[in-house]
T-cell receptor, first 110, second 110 residues
């Protein structure tokens, strides 16, 4: 079992819809959770981080964390074609080394 | 402006050459990382450092070496480049938990 698992996609959503990206992790001791966006040929860009159970909102993005279920998700409201990218989930177990998932490719259809 | 820099951005080189990929950050971060990523594939951690004179190998075996003589500088060296080293190399730094990435170096070994 991988430490951080994501569906590789592609996840296709129409423009204006809500995109829901999911990630599960195996280590119950994980403490910090991150979402990165990576456009093709570019480096990853941090878009959200969450440490506590519940929801955290930033503009059109909402990160959701459920430690009991070992599950973290990213919701993108009012999806735009410019949101089309690969979204990487990353987990920190508390000693600074972050483990990245393989990423979910999101396609927003105009 | 606080940032993380990588040079060169693109490098095409012949087999057997020694190369050094440069990474510098002006963010005041103690922790720095090197990742390798093939197109459309996942990130692989190859080296990391938690401070000056501290370097560790990552999860992916690599023939490269790193040094950390100054906090802001974390160069990666390949003593003898081979076609199997063709990839994108991403440098990152972190202060507390979040990692920030440089623009990457795309290396092609002929």
């Amino acid at each position: 079992q991988k430490e951080v698992e994501q569906n590789s996609g592609p996840l296709s959503v129409p423009e204006g819809a809500i995109a829901s990206l999911n990630c599960t992790y195996s280590d119950r001791g994980s403490q910090s959770f991150f979402w990165y966006r990576q456009y093709s040929g570019k480096s990853p860009e941090l878009i959200m981080f969450i440490y506590s159970n519940g929801d955290k909102e930033d503009g059109r993005f909402t990160a959701q964390l459920n430690k009991a279920s070992q599950y973290v998700s990213l919701l993108i409201r009012d999806s735009q074609p410019s949101d089309s990218a690969t979204y990487l989930c990353a987990v920190n177990k508390g000693y600074q080394k972050v483990t990245f998932g393989t990423g979910t490719k999101l396609q927003v259809i105009p | 402006e606080a940032d993380i820099y990588q040079t060169p951005r693109y490098l095409v080189i012949g087999t057997g050459k020694k190369i050094t990929l440069e990474c510098s950050q002006t963010m005041g971060h103690d922790k720095m990382y090197w990742y390798q990523q093939d197109p459309g594939m996942e990130l692989h951690l190859i080296h990391y450092s938690y401070g000056v004179n501290s370097t560790e190998k990552g999860d992916l075996s690599s023939e490269s070496t790193v040094s950390r003589i100054r906090t802001e500088h974390f160069p990666l060296t390949l003593e003898s480049a081979r076609p199997s080293h063709t990839s994108q190399y991403l440098c990152a730094s972190s202060g507390f938990n979040e990692q920030f990435f440089g623009p990457g170096t795309r290396l092609t070994v002929l």
